[in-house]
């Protein structure tokens, strides 16, 4: 079947850790987005890339790094200078030229 | 400024009842687009429906119409039949334009919380 990936489902690092976190698609599309988001709030764009080797910051890029050395995946990393890594993490592609996005089940990070 | 605008944080509704979620927009762009997704409690984000601001008819997917005023800037989500699997947090987004790199970014609104009694 073809989707996105993201993995863990939980993820706990210890403050001053950095920590990656996966997400795959099958889906061969060309633009791949990284959301946080926050209990009771909206999503918040991270990072995006709309195509391999290209990458753009979003909103709040500050202590979060990203790589697109493959179509398929477009890892995060979160750094130990993210003030507030805590929270939920989602994924999203989308082919170009269509709409909507289409989102991975997300990992949460517990960072303590 | 908000770009969008939830202003219901919870809404109930009875099982087979419909309901309408509301959605306003700000935005300066004739070209743009507007999405409603569904986020259950396992947390992934579904996409329910979309309209395009040059579309003429109010989009529809099954249980689920977009109820489109342009001149007044809202995107309202109609769920008809609701089922308790409707049950759930509900977002509405917009896509503004196309710059020069044809980027898709959306934003988001703060979300509705629905329950659906049985």
């Known amino acids: 079947d073809g989707g996105i990936t993201q993995s863990p489902k939980y993820l706990f690092r210890k403050e001053g850790q950095n920590v990656t976190l996966s997400c795959e698609q099958n889906?061969?599309?060309?633009?791949m987005y990284w959301y946080r988001q926050d209990p009771g709030q909206g999503l918040r764009l991270i990072y995006y890339s709309q195509i391999v080797n290209d990458f753009q910051k979003g909103d709040i890029a500050e202590g979060y790094s990203v790589s697109r050395e493959k179509k398929e995946s477009f890892p995060l990393t979160v750094t130990s200078a993210q003030k507030n890594p805590t929270a939920f993490y989602l994924c999203?592609?989308?082919?170009?030229?269509?709409?909507?996005?289409?989102f991975g089940p997300g990992t949460r990070l517990t960072v303590t | 400024a908000q770009k969008i605008t939830q202003t219901q944080p919870g809404m109930f509704v009875q099982e087979k009842e419909a309901v309408t979620l509301d959605c306003t927009y700000d935005?300066?762009?004739?070209?743009?687009?507007l999405f409603w997704y569904k986020q259950p409690s396992s947390g992934e984000m579904i996409f329910l429906i979309y309209?395009?601001?040059?579309d003429e008819q109010n989009a529809t997917e099954g249980r689920y119409s977009l109820n489109f005023q342009k001149a007044r800037k809202s995107a309202n989500l109609v769920i008809s039949a609701s089922q308790l699997g409707d049950s759930a947090m509900y977002f509405c987004?917009?896509?503004?334009?196309?710059?020069?790199?044809?980027?898709?970014?959306?934003?988001w609104g703060l979300g509705t919380s629905l329950a659906v009694n049985p």
């Open positions: 935005t300066s762009d004739q070209s743009y687009g």
């Open positions: 309209q395009g601001s040059y």
């Open positions: 889906l061969n599309h060309d633009a």
């Open positions: 987004a917009m896509r503004e334009g196309r710059d020069a790199g044809n980027n898709r970014k959306l934003i």
């Open positions: 999203a592609s989308h082919l170009a030229g269509s709409g909507e996005q289409y």
